[in-house]
């Protein structure tokens, strides 16, 4: 199994444009997370799946973020109208649920979003 | 609230020194503790986990880290550092959600390692 991917690796966009990232989690892997993580700061949760089921959202995600996990394998986070302020790497990571709960999470190499 | 405090946002040693990176955490509960380690540009490398048990925890690479209850801490420690592990490394505390299975991490904003030759 090669990990978990991410696509594009990095995107460069102008403020107001519309942009669509994708994640494809370890294959198996029934738990899926999206994060944020802007310079100098560590990771910030955005929300998760559980299969095709979002279960959990951010109050970081604003109404132009929408993120989708379709038939529960890949899933695409778009954010319309972008800010300058969107400006950071959007993290994917995965796991698989474990009865005992103790998950263990795996990140992707990140999408780097520019908003100019 | 949930937190992670990551006191050091940069540390130098000499390649061949020990190394020790603090991470205090505030959570009500039993944690799930975590340290992940990002070079630049890339995602993050889970380097080990405690979740319950011997409070020692092995992990790749070398590292090592020591959960203290008492001290609400997660100290990660090498005890011979190499050029290569210069990167940003992160604590971590893993939530548990309504279901009580653990759901998003909560994560410190990180040490920046710098290795001296």
């Known amino acids: 199994d090669t990990g978990v991917s991410q696509d594009p690796r990095h995107k460069i966009t102008k403020r107001g444009q519309n942009v669509t990232f994708r994640c494809d989690p370890i294959?198996?892997?029934?738990?899926l997370y999206w994060y944020r993580q802007t310079l100098g700061q560590g990771p910030e949760f955005l929300t998760y799946?559980?299969?095709?089921?979002?279960?959990?959202k951010s109050r970081l995600l604003s109404d132009r973020f929408s993120a989708e996990r379709p038939k529960g394998s890949f899933s695409t986070l778009e954010i319309q109208r972008t800010e300058q302020g969107d400006s950071a790497m959007y993290l994917c990571?995965?796991?698989?649920?474990?009865?005992?709960?103790?998950?263990?999470?795996?990140f992707g190499p990140g999408t780097r979003l520019t908003v100019l | 609230a949930q937190s992670v405090t990551q006191p050091d946002i940069h540390i130098t040693v000499s390649e061949g020194a020990s190394l020790e990176l603090r991470c205090n955490y505030s959570?009500?509960?039993?944690?799930?503790l975590f340290w992940y380690v990002q070079s630049p540009g890339q995602g993050l490398q889970l380097l080990l986990k405690?979740?319950?048990?011997?409070?020692l925890v092995q992990g790749i690479k070398g590292f090592e880290a020591e959960f203290k209850r008492s001290q609400s801490s997660f100290n990660l420690r090498k005890p011979s550092v190499h050029w290569s592990d210069a990167a940003e490394y992160f604590c971590?505390?893993?939530?548990?959600?309504?279901?009580?299975?653990?759901?998003?991490?909560?994560f410190g904003k990180g040490t920046k390692l710098s290795v001296k030759p």
């Open positions: 971590a505390v893993g939530l548990m959600n309504y279901g009580g299975s653990q759901g998003n991490l909560i």
């Open positions: 990571a995965s796991s698989p649920r474990t009865s005992a709960g103790t998950d263990t999470q795996y």
């Open positions: 294959s198996e892997h029934n738990r």
């Open positions: 959570y009500g509960a039993t944690p799930y």
């Open positions: 405690y979740f319950s048990g011997d409070t």
């Open positions: 799946f559980q299969n095709e089921a979002q279960l959990e």
